[in-house]
């Protein structure tokens, strides 16, 4: 049984138990090809309450819940800030990921690391959250506290772009082109090697026509959410925005 297979068989599982017991059950944090390996099979989980969350609607790596949606997720934001701004190292979101792996934790426990200021909000089970709290003192060269928070700066996930641009056609890889500055072949090609995902599912037809609020993620190149036509230049050109996150 492949990774892919073992995963499908751990939703069916959990779906089952929440399910038969009447209880919750969570998985851990799921990245993107996890997350498209569940909504392949989300409809043979129809029989049980499902959802999805990070710690925030802009999160990309989510908790599955199955069962009660009433139930909390397993979530909590621990807010990592250098102790002398002054002298603190530039940190990254690489940095603050390898000083956490460092300590033994495992990647499925960790979800967005989002980097403001040289801070970091992390999201994280909360069954670790006083281990990273009371054991992280380090990042790089550069001594740092810990601590839970349930506040978070608005602009800490708001941090968008908007660009506009004219196109042909509304195709998936027209967009991905004008948005990072590819040519069709360079779009078709991350397509084609599976790094394209639209609304959390693995995307690899190039003539997609996207659609107003879809969220499109390309693997080691950023995320954008499609906007909408502003109108149609005389030439049938399409006059379009994409929010960028920065």
């Known amino acids: 049984m492949n990774e892919e297979e073992q995963l499908k068989k ?37 029989y049980v309450d499902r959802s999805l969350f990070g710690g925030n609607n802009f999160c990309e790596r989510q908790i599955v819940r199955f069962g009660n949606i009433e139930t909390a997720f397993p979530i909590d934001c621990i807010h990592i800030t250098p102790v002398l701004k002054k002298f603190s190292d530039e940190l990254s979101h690489r940095d603050f990921l390898g000083a956490l792996i460092n300590l033994g934790i495992k990647r499925e426990t960790l979800g967005d690391i989002i980097i403001m200021d040289n801070e970091a909000f992390v999201f994280c089970l909360n069954k670790i959250s006083e281990f990273i709290v ?3 003192t380090r990042v ?24 506009e641009f004219n196109v042909a056609s509304l195709r998936l890889d027209a967009i991905i082109g004008e948005v990072y500055n590819l040519s069709r072949s360079q779009s078709q090609n991350l397509i ?10 693995i995307t690899e037809n190039n003539s997609y026509n996207v659609k107003p609020e879809d969220k499109i993620t390309v693997r080691g190149m950023g995320k954008f959410i499609f906007g909408d036509t502003i109108h149609t230049t005389k030439k049938g050109r399409f006059f379009v925005d994409a929010h960028i996150f920065v």
Do not use: M
Request: hydrophobic share 35%; aromatic share 10%.
């Open 192 to 201: 084609r090697e599976k790094r394209v995902f639209v609304n959390g599912r």
């Open 10 to 46: 751990r939703f069916a599982d959990l779906a089952d138990k929440a399910y038969s017991r009447d209880i919750c059950t969570f998985t851990n944090f799921l990245g993107l090809l996890e997350l498209n390996t569940y909504y392949n099979i989300e409809k043979e989980l129809s």
């Open 140 to 163: 790089k060269h550069t001594v740092v506290k810990c601590n839970i928070t349930d506040t978070i700066p608005e602009n800490a996930f708001n941090r968008i772009k908007v660009k």
């Open 134 to 136: 009371e054991n992280l």
